[in-house]
């Protein structure tokens, strides 16, 4: 059973940092893309960063470029967010998502973790 | 900046039929954009019904289809039931890495 547990969320000051995980089992987590996507409070979902199976290619939306970096360790079958300048807009539940096989699509989501930036 | 459009909300009744749409600002939606259904209910993460157009996932159910129709992506829900009162997200890849997800449609089965 496709299981992704995500954890590291909590209250942060604006301009604070904090990393995201999320555990991954069920599956041969090297073979697959993985993405982090994002809803705030009461909004729709918004796209965020996307890393290749083995790592070699990230990419992240423009909203958290240059602040957000998307990193995996295979041998711990864990995905990561770390995210820097913080800001209340950041605000958001935070779900880490599988690729289906062939990329390009999603299946198995996380329960999600909020991260809340305030003072 | 691409902007991804659905219809903010529906209703529908208990056995009806149900069409939800999912439009791109660059143009008509086609194959290669990888078209996604989500279904979404309150308090709950997203779960994926619908990838690459048309294929569903082991867990979804018959009564939901994906299709192409007229320059959109389409999810049709077919023999309405309660349960599928919820928020659908579609989700568009517009190459170049860059997915862009859909308002959303809140769906009350009324």
């Known amino acids: 059973e496709v299981q992704l547990v995500e954890s590291g969320g909590g209250l942060v000051q604006p301009g604070g940092s904090l990393r995201l995980s999320c555990s991954a089992s069920g599956f041969t987590f090297s073979s697959y893309g993985m993405h982090w996507v994002r809803q705030a409070p009461g909004k729709g979902l918004e796209y965020v960063s996307v890393?290749?199976?083995?790592?070699?290619?990230?990419y992240h939306a423009d909203s958290v470029k240059g602040r957000f970096t998307i990193s995996r360790d295979n041998s711990k079958d864990t995905l990561y967010l770390q995210m820097g300048s913080l800001r209340a807009e950041d605000t958001a539940v935070y779900y880490c998502?599988?690729?289906?096989?062939?990329?390009?699509?999603?299946?198995?989501w996380g329960q999600g973790t909020l991260v809340t930036v305030s003072s | 900046q691409t902007v991804v459009t659905q219809e903010p909300s529906l209703t529908v009744s208990p056995g009806g039929t149900v069409t939800l749409t999912c439009a791109s600002s660059t143009g008509a939606v086609t194959s290669g954009y990888y078209p996604n259904w989500f279904q979404q209910k309150p308090g709950q993460a997203p779960r994926a019904l619908i990838y690459s157009t048309s294929n569903k996932h082991s867990w979804t159910p018959a009564r939901f289809s994906g299709s192409l129709l007229g320059g959109k992506a389409a999810l049709t829900l077919s023999g309405v039931q309660p349960e599928d009162e919820a928020e659908y997200y579609c989700?568009?890849?517009?190459?170049?890495?860059?997915?862009?997800f859909g308002g959303g449609t809140k769906l009350t089965v009324l």
């Open positions: 998502v599988k690729d289906v096989p062939g990329g390009y699509s999603f299946d198995y």
């Open positions: 890393i290749s199976g083995n790592g070699g290619f990230t």
């Open positions: 989700l568009l890849y517009h190459g170049g890495v860059q997915w862009v």
